[in-house]
């Protein structure tokens, strides 16, 4: 009978061994018609694959619970701390206990938020949120794809059609990540990989060595490396395969029409959609239209939005408006011809505008043909009020003022014509010709909405933002780096050259940051000393006594408000208060 019971016992035991095995290292599913409504027993499953587009589900009693639309609606009461707490969990399961290197494992753990919301739901009534995942992390292996892909810039929703199937660990697939590092070696940003995975995937199984080989071999076609970054992030495909054939073609005639390969990286971003096939299409319209090598570069150079935004989309349009009105090829031929500048972005827009006008005062066709005809320049330099603003303001109804035009088409300028495009035309235009030429030679693309938004936002001369533009690379950063710096913070620019100087020294010599802090966070640079000097002064108070954590980003210091500061970094310490005090004190007095 011992025997017997013991037997038993072990049986038991090893069938509950198995069962957890199976557990561990099976994803389980959950079936939705486990339950019985009216039966008096629950099926509780979770799921592993926290980003997914299946949310984390509990089936009981009939009722599905989803522990994601739970983690979505409290994620906004989590706090800093206790994210801070799970990225720390996270980075110390895939770098110590996976063995990932240390940079990728701290990128993955601090640029997967979706993942690490979704991993506080599984402890989320933990009082200590770093033992509680490392337990988690022992018994319940997790997709290590989902917070590897959000890292890199994908959203969750697009995880289902890019998980393989069959793999959870990144390490299984040796290729995977050889070909990571190979596109991060190379100096391709890690948040553009998400996409060239998204669109290339393929690449990503090429052998060792074969993905290094393809893009040295754009830098013997004569781009810099910067320019086949810039191509690579817009356009994956150029690494599938072959180079191209249709991508040469479209640099045989550029080169052609008097252009280096690196008038393409100027002008191109990861925004930017290129289709190789349309491109050519449209350089073909345009010899028909008549335009020689000579007048292709001209015109290219004054509206590179013609050739990159849409890859010449833009034409057909205009063309189809015209023909619309009436004319006839030959005749949109020598309009663009004589009007070249019409094929810019802002030209199409101003002249359908005025065009949407004209038809809504109830002009016909055939005149509203002929002004377009005789007054195109006019039309496609100029952005127009609605109708019914012009009338109410001059108090006069549709058919006065269509016979005004007709009478005198510079009427529709004179009276509709927006007050911002008339006080932009008074402006010092040496000023706005140096500001513009200054930016163009940033990378913003001519006759753009981008360039438009930026004139407005960047203050002084032409010679005084390349000044303060110098200023930033003679102190040792990059001049692509720069670029992009300023790009996402225009107002860096605002900013004197010795003051710039003052926060870089400040930064180095005083703070003790690296240089490259503020390609992080080029904001950094518009911040008031004051509050830089203030705020770091707590902070390295706060470093000598042992009650904050050393080099915390710039961002966390300077970009919360005084109240949030306050709470995290003067309460925090028993003197923190009056020692806040006497700092502001002293500060005040200085500056």
Known sequence: MLIHRISYNRRFWISEMISEL???????TVCKNACNRNGPFFISVKRRNFCTLESTSLVKTGVVYSHQSQASANSNRVSRLVRTEAQTALFDYLHFTRGFHFTDAEYMSKNSPHFIQNLLSVVDNEQDVSRALSKYFRYNPINEYEPFLESLGLNPTEF????????????????????????????????KIGKIYKEAKEIFGYDHGVLSMKLKAYEKLGFSKSTVIKLVACCPSLLIGRIDNKFLMVLDKLKGFGFGNEWIGSYISERTTLNWDKMLDTMSFLVQVGYDDKQMKTLFTENPTLLFEVSGKRIYVL????????????????????????LSSKGVKNLSTAVCFLVEIGMEMEEIASIVATHMEVLGSNSLKAPTTVMNSLKIQKDDLCRGIKKDPLMLINLATKSDTKATNNQDSN???????????????????????????????????????????EAGLDYNVVSSMIKRAPSVLNQTKDLLEKKLDCLQNRLGYPLEAVVVFPSYLCYDIQRINLRFSMYLWLLERGAAKPKLSLSTILACSDARFVKYFVHIHPEGVSTWENLKNSFSSRY
């Not at 010709?433 to 001369?461: M, Q």
């Open 319 to 342: 063309v189809g408006q015209l023909l619309k009105l009436g004319f006839k090829m030959n005749q949109i031929y020598d309009l663009f011809l004589k009007n070249s500048q019409i």
């Open 431 to 473: 000023t706005i010709v140096e500001r513009k030429s200054f930016l163009l030679r940033l990378g913003y693309i001519e006759n753009s909405e981008e360039l438009s938004k930026a004139l407005k936002k960047f203050r002084g001369r032409g010679d005084q933002l390349q000044e303060r533009f110098d200023c930033l690379v």
């Open 22 to 28: 199976h557990y561990v290292l099976c994803p389980p």
């Open 160 to 191: 289902p059609s890019l998980l393989p199937k069959s793999l959870i660990f990144l390490g299984d697939d040796g290729l995977l990540l050889d070909n990571f590092h190979a596109l991060c070696g190379y100096g391709i940003p890690r948040t």
